[in-house]
C-alpha cells in the first residue's frame, strides 16, 4: 500500500504535469519552504507563485517522474522536465532530485537538486557552457530569477 505522503508527491507531480498550479500549492503547508539552485531559498506565498509564474510561462512543456518514496517525516522523487526557456527560446532537459519533508499530510520543506551549470548549458548555450560553472553567472542566474518572480507576483496581485 502506497504511503499518504508518497501519494501527496504524486498528487503534486501529476498537477505539474497537468500545469495545474493551484493543485501544486494545495499539496504545500502555508508554511512551505522550497530551495532549488535557481530561484534559492522561497517561503509561503513565494513558494505558491513561483509554480504560477512557471507554469503559466511554460512553453512545450513536458514532465516526467519516478522513484516516489516517503514516510511519516520526510521523501524524495526524480523528476524531468523539458521545456524551451523563455529568455533564449532553447531547449532544456533538467534532471532533479527532490527531497520533502511533511507536516500534517502537506509538504512542509521541498528541495530541489540540479547541476546549475548543465541547466546554463542548456539553456543559455555558449555562454551557459564557457561561464555556466562561474559564481557570477551563476550568481546572475538567481537574481534574474528572483527579479522576474518579483515582478510576476507585482503584477499578479
Known amino acids: 500500500m502506497t504511503h ?5 508527491i504524486e498528487r503534486f507531480y501529476e498537477a505539474f504535469q497537468r500545469r495545474d498550479a493551484e493543485t501544486m500549492a494545495s499539496c504545500y503547508a502555508p508554511d512551505i519552504v522550497f530551495s532549488d539552485p535557481v530561484f534559492g531559498e522561497l517561503h509561503g506565498d513565494e513558494v505558491r507563485d513561483m509554480w504560477r509564474m512557471l507554469v503559466s510561462r511554460a512553453q512545450e512543456f513536458a514532465l516526467t517522474y519516478s522513484g516516489v518514496s516517503a514516510d511519516q517525516n520526510g521523501g524524495s522523487a526524480r523528476w524531468i522536465a ?7 527560446g532553447k531547449k532544456v532537459v533538467n534532471r532533479i532530485e527532490a527531497r520533502f519533508v511533511f507536516r500534517d499530510g502537506l509538504i512542509v520543506e521541498h528541495r530541489d537538486r ?13 555562454k551557459g557552457t564557457l561561464l555556466g560553472w562561474t559564481p557570477f553567472v551563476q550568481n546572475a542566474i538567481r537574481a534574474q530569477a528572483k527579479r522576474g518572480l518579483s515582478a510576476w507576483r507585482a503584477k499578479a496581485t
Open 4 to 8: 499518504p505522503n508518497a501519494a501527496l
Open 114 to 126: 540540479f547541476d546549475l551549470w548543465r541547466w546554463a548549458a542548456q539553456a543559455l548555450g555558449a
Open 82 to 88: 523539458s521545456y524551451l526557456f523563455g529568455q533564449t
